[in-house]
């Protein structure tokens, strides 16, 4: 059976940690609550208060290992541990996280240097807390790969030479009529070196909302000594519906681009975020410019966006474990939003077990009808829940140590997403 409240064993270890540790917050004392000590976590570490965010996430995980939150409380751990410097804990509990969460849409949302910190532990090395050595090492790192670029870069300047010769070697062995054909090459050559085309991005990476538009600002610039026309793509996924156009007019493609020497010009990228796309998603998008003259002569730049969305997740328990025939069983549905942007209309139906006979319902605006309670909730702002209660009387022909469990459906009119979720069961018992 699982539960979200702390049971009998777990408050004589909470207190067994208070006595040894008088300073932790009288709040332990109490009955803790999975959702709740997430909201902590995750307000603190919105104000940058790791070690806080920390002992929050601990306290989660510690008295409810089984929380239907573990895959956000283990990301936002991971993330508090590297922000702190705990390199250990961060990559250890990333590990976690992709183990048990292999399938989650939310490792796209994971930053590169959290798992590089986990294959690093995987592979057996040793996280350390000391951010000299840890410096001093990265210094020794760097250097050394300064060497290898160097000792590369001479064995390239040596090979270029080299072939530079053979071929000077080559074109004096070469008879006249050759000559003709290797001045035409060297001409065909020459003039695809000659053709530069400079891609600038805009800086900065501001997130787009999912099913939004954005718009990221370029500069083209003709680097070469002649005039050129270049053929002009975004060559990504048909559902970022990503085209070029230009500031100066108000709508049309632009495919085509001509620059005299030096001339700059300036091209929107706009581009449509997939609605689907979860809180953090990380996509690059590649502007492409190819040569009118030569096709085989490209330039490429990528631009990276990120997708912002509400993250929305359910918590529902019933107010006692165990309950009698007759007896009214009375669940707490915790809505929380872990995401970057308000959720807006969330529709959260609950289907009510056969076994249960709706009584009231509280918390939001609903409607009642046929063993479903529908309630509406037209904005969830990041961090916060929203708490929904249902009373239910237990039908008399329940059979004893019947699991009644609430399923919890919420669907995202904004983003037109529906997620489903399981209540904690209420046990009919003899009275």
Do not use: C, W
Request: aromatic share 6%; glycine share 6%; no cysteine.
């Amino acid at each position: 059976m699982r539960s979200r409240t702390v049971t009998a064993f777990t408050m004589a270890l909470l207190t067994g940690f208070l006595v040894l540790f008088p300073g932790a917050p009288p709040s332990l004392a109490t009955e803790l609550d999975d959702s709740s000590l997430y909201v902590e976590a995750f307000n603190a570490f919105q104000k940058k208060d790791y070690l806080l965010t920390i002992d929050k996430v601990s306290q989660l995980t510690q008295f409810f290992p089984d929380s239907p939150l573990r895959d956000i409380t283990l990301l936002l751990l991971a993330r508090a541990g590297l922000k702190s410097g705990d390199n250990a804990l961060a990559a250890k509990t990333i590990t976690q996280f992709t183990t048990e969460f292999s399938e989650s849409p939310l490792k796209t949302s994971v930053e590169d240097e959290l798992l590089t910190l986990g294959a690093r532990q995987n592979k057996g090395e040793k996280m350390s807390l000391d951010k000299t050595l840890r410096a001093a090492a990265q210094k020794v790192r760097n250097d050394q790969l300064a060497v290898e670029r160097a000792i590369a870069l001479k064995a390239e300047q040596e090979r270029l030479a080299r072939e530079r010769a053979e071929r000077e070697r080559i074109a004096r062995d070469k008879a006249e009529a050759e000559r003709k054909e290797r001045e035409r090459v060297a001409a065909i050559k020459a003039a695809k070196e000659a053709i530069k085309l400079v891609i600038g991005v805009s800086s900065g990476n501001r997130p787009i909302e999912a099913g939004g538009t954005g718009q990221i600002p370029l500069e083209l610039i003709n680097r070469g000594t002649k005039r050129e026309e270049f053929l002009l793509s975004v060559p990504v996924s048909k559902e970022y519906a990503a085209l070029l156009t230009s500031p100066e007019k108000s709508a049309g493609q632009m495919e085509r681009l001509t620059l005299a020497p030096g001339e700059k010009h300036k091209v929107n990228l706009t581009f449509r975020m997939p609605s689907d796309r979860v809180d953090g998603f990380k996509a690059l998008l590649q502007i492409k410019a190819v040569s009118a003259t030569y096709n085989d002569v490209t330039f490429s730049k990528e631009a990276a966006v990120t997708a912002s969305a509400p993250l929305v997740r359910v918590v529902a328990k019933p107010q006692t474990a165990r309950v009698a025939r007759g007896e009214t069983a009375k669940y707490r549905i915790s809505v929380l939003n872990a995401g970057s942007l308000t959720a807006q209309g969330l529709s959260v139906r609950v289907i009510i077990p056969s076994e249960l006979d709706f009584v009231d319902a509280s918390g939001a605006d609903f409607r009642q009808a046929a063993g479903i309670v529908t309630f509406r909730v037209d904005a969830l702002e990041t961090g916060h829940l929203k708490e929904l209660r249902i009373s239910a009387t237990v039908r008399e022909s329940v059979v004893e140590k019947q699991e009644m469990r609430l399923q919890v459906e919420v669907i995202n009119g904004q983003l037109q997403r529906k997620e489903i979720f399981t209540s904690s069961p209420a046990v009919v018992h003899t009275k």
